[in-house]
């Protein structure tokens, strides 16, 4: 089956990971056709074994190797097509469209985070086949409020996010080397 692994707090807070590194460490670990999309963590990869497998040895692996506590979330390349396939917002130059990752449940727990948060007119949250979307005016991200989300200690091991283009590059880049 062929995997996406979205490792969490990539080159922050001391952390520092080369993608090369990271490859090498899941090659190691016994994943088959390991590539790297950007520089953010995100790594494909094929394998045979289940994603509650996966996700227990190659947490391990990365905090091993690299001396951080990893957190990673896998998606198979079916799933990434279907959350780019769901994305229930326009694309548009003017905004960015993220897409949550995470824990069973996660998306209500967002979802639940977005309304209480103050934001903008035209910031926009929703469910939509299970993941939870935002879409954010560009330059605004880290100005608002919903976005300081991903700096909750208690959701560091929940969630990741990743922009809806860098999925479409992941998407690309799973039909082109897998």
Not at 22 to 32: D, E, I, L, P, Q
Not at 77 to 88: G, L, S, T, V
Not at 101 to 119: A, Y
Request: proline share 1%; charged share 25%; aromatic share 10%.
């Amino acid at each position: 089956m062929k995997y996406c692994a979205f490792l969490r707090g990539v080159n922050v807070n001391g952390t520092s990971m080369k993608m090369a590194e990271v490859s090498k460490v899941f090659s190691v670990a016994g994943m088959k056709e390991v590539s790297t999309v950007l520089a953010t963590g995100n790594v494909l990869f094929s394998s045979d074994l289940k994603t509650s497998e996966l996700k227990v040895i190659l947490e391990k692996v990365l905090s091993d190797h690299f001396n951080y506590e990893a957190f990673l979330f896998l998606k198979t390349e079916k799933e990434i097509a279907e959350i780019i396939q769901n994305n229930p917002f326009q694309k548009s130059e003017d905004f960015h469209i993220y897409v949550f990752v995470g824990s069973e449940n996660i998306e209500n727990v967002l979802l639940e985070e977005f309304k209480k948060s103050d934001h903008s007119a035209n910031e926009k949250g929703e469910i939509a086949s299970g993941n939870f979307y935002w879409q954010v005016q560009k330059g605004q991200t880290l100005d608002s409020s919903f976005g300081k989300i991903l700096g909750k200690k208690v959701l560091k091991n929940q969630l990741t996010s990743r922009n809806l283009n860098t999925l479409e590059k992941i998407s690309s880049k799973f039909k082109s080397i897998l």
